[in-house]
């Protein structure tokens, strides 16, 4: 995997599933830029196409008034995505746990659980109004999750 | 990017064919609509063939938990074929895998519904 860092690259998007299959294929292009093997590929690519999601549908609800602003950084060390939505915030301690047996069945609330499983690092930060989400990806390690 | 879904009887049993990606909006939306329609219809035993899905969100998911759920609500059963190596290791590790049952033959497939 290379060892080059490129400057990061921001873009602020309106709130549409357009704008998440935009963030969705940028992550792809990255990684494979970085030489990530295809498996990790799938596994960024995925991540950050959830947290456009959660951005999109849960952060900004679709609202054609709010943007997410998506940013992609290869550090030399890491992959870098920050995806931010202008939502009421979101305090990932509130999320139920989709692992639980009584949460088994329902229809939603994975995305976060596959972010974290995907990436090796994740960090949530309270924007006032809105939330950024931080994925790391660090260049050089070993598959995580599936 | 769109999914692609087409549907076959065999034996009793309603096969949809599904190809390309179940995720939020388009996909999921189908799969749904679709499933609707079998159980509106009556038709309560369901197979679903993901040999042609190459990519699932956490919504498509949620999507497939949805239609096995109202599925076996109504009395029917809903069964899964053909996992490709990606849609399998999200079934597993969201601990969904064992929830349905996965079939990797058609033929033993259809003869696993209930007689009815």
């Known amino acids: 995997m290379t060892g080059q860092p490129e400057r990061r690259v921001t873009y602020t998007l309106d709130s549409s599933l357009d704008s998440v299959n935009k963030v969705e294929q940028t992550a792809e292009q990255m990684a494979r830029k970085a030489g990530v093997d295809e498996d990790d590929i799938f596994r960024i690519s995925m991540a950050v196409r959830e947290a456009a999601v959660n951005a999109v549908l849960h952060g900004n609800a679709y609202d054609p008034d709010k943007r997410m602003t998506a940013s992609f950084e290869n550090t030399g060390v890491d992959l870098v995505i920050r995806i931010t939505d202008e939502g009421k915030g979101l305090d990932p301690s509130t999320l139920p746990d989709p692992l639980a047996p009584e949460n088994l069945l329902r229809g939603s609330g994975r995305g976060i659980f596959l972010i974290r499983s995907f990436m090796d690092e994740v960090h949530f930060r309270q924007m006032h109004p809105g939330t950024e989400l931080t994925l790391i990806k660090h260049l050089g390690t070993a598959p995580t999750g599936a | ?116």
Request: no cysteine.
């Open chain 2, 1 to 116: 990017m769109s999914m692609k879904i087409s549907t076959r009887q065999v034996d009793g049993v309603t096969i949809l064919d599904l190809g390309g990606r179940i995720t939020l909006g388009e996909g999921s939306v189908q799969l749904r609509d679709s499933v609707r329609d079998l159980l509106a219809k009556g038709q309560k035993k369901i197979l679903l063939n993901l040999g042609d899905v190459n990519y699932i969100d956490s919504s498509g998911i949620g999507e497939l938990v949805s239609a096995y759920t109202t599925v076996r609500n109504q009395g029917g059963e809903l069964k899964l074929l053909n996992l490709t190596r990606k849609v399998h290791d999200l079934l597993q590790i969201t601990k969904l895998y064992t929830v349905f049952d996965v079939k990797d033959d058609e033929a033993s497939a259809i003869a696993s519904y209930s007689a009815a």
